[in-house]
């Protein structure tokens, strides 16, 4: 019995012997990859006096800190921090960022921007060229940016981008001096101002760029003139943002350090912030999943902020049954928005009885298009729809509703589904695909009826309606198109008159809504949680934080 | 053993290449590329993005340059992470997987074979249930509900661990957990099975009356012959947890390789997505190689063909 | 030690009868009949059993004669157990109950098809591989790596492309790599089982492949056998969800145990119902199929008998 004890005894010693050996590789390993820092701590509580840290999640590893090269939120939303644009969001509103001001000629067309005495993360002052600099980078074909398109706005770009031009020269961005920029546009762009605070028209350090070309790979090459630098990256771990001394307007910035994790799972970011890891959560610094939302209502800790973006369901408009606009109608109408939002979004969104969200400006309101959950409506123009195909009894139609997999658009999408059903008695079948497989089926016209959102990016109505001005249009996925729409959309872009513009695209959307090649369904909100301790830190309606005016007071 | 050892090397190049070939395939095939997104952009930048990164060859040049960059190991840049290296990616995230594979791997065989060989030992008696209980529990509870579990009890209820990330000793216990649970319940009901065919032996029986002890003889004698199996299970289990696991580094939020192997192909990363297979592939195949060399000497009646014909 | 003689009248003698000598004392038990009676005195097992023909019964009565389906939506949402709706309902308003009885039926029959054709598969290539050796053996073999190395999503992602989503490609998904571990674990034990005394007895006397197979070797890796197919049956269960996730599966609203498990997981800190009841019913299914597993393990062994 004794020697059995010993045996057992032994086994387990040996297994922790080893685990212990195991822990010492283990934290080797992470200090090792952290590479370029010496800090690897992140508690908050010994920082003494003076130190402000906040700590946030973001959803994935930043694909790329390249203003120029980046397409995606995560990596706008690190940027936003770490580098400024001419303009800078405040509140949704362009204030001067790096340009001290600005001059608007009477046609609209040529803005010249004076630069203020902004410097780089390291020392060196941000110029006129830094900015053309990265606007050629952006619009040089060989640099293959994703989102050169947002710099089309600017004379001869398009042209320059696609290669028809080969000289930087021809494209209207002029340097008259170190610390001034003029810049020339193709047609008056109401929303210019907001575009230069948008993330592929921030200026990048042309020295460092030219020298290393990877420079926004590592953080210890990598320089900005944000309110923040990046002092820390731990690829696909962590991000740390420390104050920059270096900007202009430092002694605004209350922040001394900012700790970003990366983490996917919504459950694991909602269990970070509740045991206090984090003290942020929502949109872009982490989402809050659908399943908490009623419990963060009940506990009154939930905050709800507009959001420019919408929820639609798409009709494949060249396919045999959805080409019938009767039939799309009667789907459009037979959506029960309301009690969609009450009872499973649960975010407090706006019904979309319109293309164009509420918040954006001249379009407070769209009733007057459709009602939402109008079955008489829908039920007549059913009968319309079923009659023009020949058919008698709604249960003859069998559609397909796809969506890409995520747990949100399956259960909005059995809602509908079941409201079809039980109101119009069609037979809808639910299909959801792997998002590329999915993008390629709607880019394709392999569909029935299919889910998308759209974001803007600047919050002008033009950004909701541009898509659907011709079926060959990337981001259209409907095949619809309409000549009248397309032609009040191109004039939209000359007419220089705001009043007369927002009429010009008021009429485009009368004209698109009546011909339902969209389902609009919700406007998106944006649900945020935040310790109490934090303060400044709200969503603006397009989804940024200015970091810059956040404070922490513990 | 040589000529042996020789063989198996040929025919895993051969594998490997079959692998490559297959893997090219595949991903070429499934719709999608690296830089589709719901924002559409022109013709012609998507030209020059496929031009950079050598998607406008024709499909045999680019399966050439795929079997050229696997031979040399040298995968070239991702195509989602902008500049950033394949084979960066790897060097980096590898090391993370491996420390807690190794830490799973360890509690699983460990916990595995003492809870299978009391199991045997006490057959169908109170001790055998208790462990095949805990077997089985590790069986039927998948690990991404043992680690949301883990997660929400003693990392957000009790605040013992620290919810997620990766900073740590502290931050590995959790996940390595949460990856062992499975492993050691199949272990432990694997080790059971076959301790327990052993413990029938003649020679067992005969240990047994020549008045050794129990456990005596499981160590002398029985557990190294009801290794064989586990053995088996164990190859191919090394190389999988080794090289991460998807789930679980998601919920703990661990920079490790695992992720990359699932991230890699949803975003079409295909320069990541060969790099990835063909690593993992070669611990595949040389874990699978280690276990048929490690057979023969557990059981030396199995002779390894191609030693020597007899 | 001292002598002891034997008394006289110690023992009688019965005398000899030549006819009975080659008689057994009692009547002689088919293998099988021994094997149910001996499954039957082990109780774990007829418990086990018991309690799979339960939810199998309940699995095929309960969707027909409920109130509701499992797709309707009642307007309650989220509700925690109650005598009304046993199991709670979900986030669409949809009762638990109805669903973990309708998505047995989805869960049970992949579990089931998966493992039966893992076994199939796994246990006649492993075998094969095991017995032949040599080259046939590695080239076998080496198609078993090959298979487990290519990644598995893109393959999944294909039969999303190429096949319209339902039972078909998801048995399709998992027969591609289920059987891989299976056939290694046979061809192990059958690299041992073959070179041991009682096969080669058998070889010399000029048994067959067939007959070496059926006879010898299955029986004796039929311990390792039977345990990894308790393993197969929670990895369908979950692999359909995974795959389901993926669009390859049943198309939402249907449910499985798996898909309803990983969604109420997500829901674990506001509606813990929600993941416990898939999660409860797919644990006692395995410690059922693992009870009745052990119970014929032990009851098929021959070594066991007594």
Redesign the interface.
Known sequence: MKKNNFLVLMMLLLLSVVLVACNFGGEEETTDDSGTTTDTDTTTDDSSGGDKELNLVVASEPPSLHPQLATDTTSSTIMSSTHEGLMTLKNGEPVPGVAESYKMSDDQLTYTFTLRDAKWSNGEPVTAEDFAYAWEFALNPANASEYATILYAIKGAEAYNLGTTTSFDEVGVKVIDSKTLEVTLESPTPYFLELTAFKTLYPIHKATAEANPKWYTEADTYVGNGAFVLSQWQHAGSLTLEKNPEYWDADNVKLTKVNIEMVES??TQ??KF?SGEIDFLGTNYGKI????I??LQSEESLNIVDYSGIYWYKFNTTDDVMKNANIRKALTLAIDRAGLIK??TKGEEEPALGMVPNGVEGFGDDAGFFKDADYEGAKAALDAGLKELGLSDPSELNLKLSFN?S?AH??I???I??GWNKNLGINV??????WQ?YLDKLSSLDYQIGRLGWIADYNDAYSFLEMYNSADNGNNDTGWSNEEYTNLLKQSTTETDPAARLDLLKKAEEIIIAEFPVAPIYYYTNLYVVKDYVTGMEPDNLGNINLKDVDVTK | MLQYIV??LV??L??LF??IT??FF??R???GSPFASERDFPPQIEEQLNAKYGLDNPWYIQYKDYLIDSVTFDFGESMKYKGRSTNDIIAESFPISLTLGMQAMLIAIGFGILLGVISALYH?KAPD?VS??IA??G????S??LA??LQ?YLAYEFKIFPVSGWKGYVYSILPSLAIAFTHMG?IS??T???M??QN??EYVKMARAKGLSKWKVVFKHSLRNAL??V???L??LAAGVITGSFIIEQIFAIPGLGRH??TS??NRDYTV?MGT?VF??II??FA?FI?DIL?SII?P???L??AKKS | MTEQKLRDGAFDIVGMHREEQEQLSSKPVSFWKEVLYRFKQ?K?AVCGLIVLIIIALMAIIVPEVSQYKY?D?L?V??QPPSAEHWFGTD???RDIFVRIWAGARISLFIGITAALIDVIIGVIWGSIAGLA??RT???M??IA??L????Y???V??L??VME?GLVPMIIALCITGW??MA??V???V??IK??EYVLAARTLGAGTAHLIRKHLIP?AL??I???M??TV?AAI?TEAFLS???LGV???RASWGTM???G???????PWR?FFP?FF??L???AF?AVG?GL??AL?P??RK
Do not use: C, H, W
């Open positions: 919504e459950t909602m269990t509740e999943s659908l399943d908490a009623e419990r009872n499973v997999t747990d399956a259960v999408a059995q809602y589904q079941e079948t639910l299909e959801n695909a792997e497989v | 063989k198996r025919y895993i051969l594998a079959l692998i297959a893997t595949l991903m095939l499934a719709p169908n249930y095949t209980i089985v529990l069986i039927s509870v998948p991404f509900i949301g579990l929400y199949f009901k694997l059971r099975s076959s327990l065919e029938n032996s064989l199996p053995v088996t299970y190859g191919p192997f699932v192909i949803t997505i297979t993992y592939s595949l195949l699978v276990v057979y059981d009646r199995i002779k063909k191609g | 082990n774990l797709s939506q307007g949402y989220n986030d669409l308003g050796g040599g053996d590695n080239i073999m080496r790596d090959v487990t190395a290519v990644p999503l893109l393959v992602i294909i999303i492309v989503p891989v571990n290694r674990i061809r192990g034990e690299m041992s070179n041991q004796n311990g390792a039977l345990v990894t308790t393993l929670p979950f996730y993926l669009g198309p939402a609203p498990a990983s969604e997981n997500k829901a674990l800190m506001s509606y993941l999660a797919i644990s299914t395995i410690f693992n052990d393990r032990d062994d070594k066991l």
